[in-house]
């Protein structure tokens, strides 16, 4: 049975840091990272894959780093720079078999963990 327990949400400033956690069990290989603010469209905010290679959305690129400890089967979104437009519930996702950006594409899903980001 897969199990994604996300963790490492807050409130923050915008300009403020957070990173978020994702461990999983059950499961091994690439993962990715999902948001979904008031109202919106869950969206793609980046992936690994098992061969190490990553993907981020336009929108946090250059802010966001994700990562991966195989060890600890625990995936982390390393998040700078933040702004109000981050806000959002934060999933991540296992098992993909489709393309990255696509919420459709990946098996298992998280509970979330809530990002604030205050101007």
């Known amino acids: 049975q897969v199990q994604l327990v996300e963790s490492g949400g807050g409130s923050v400033q915008a300009g403020g840091s957070l990173r978020l956690s994702c461990a999983a069990s059950?499961?091994?290989?690439?993962m990715a990272w999902f948001r979904q603010g008031p109202g919106k469209e869950r969206e793609a905010v980046a992936a690994i894959y098992s061969t190490g290679s990553t993907f981020y959305a336009d929108s946090v690129k250059g802010r966001v780093t994700i990562s991966q400890d195989n060890a600890k089967n625990t995936v982390y979104l390393q998040m700078n720079s933040l702004k109000p437009e981050d806000t959002a519930m934060y999933y991540c996702a296992a098992s993909r078999y489709g393309a990255w950006y696509r919420p459709e594409s990946f098996r298992f899903w998280g509970q979330g963990t809530q990002v604030t980001v205050s101007s």
């Open positions: 059950g499961y091994t290989g690439g």
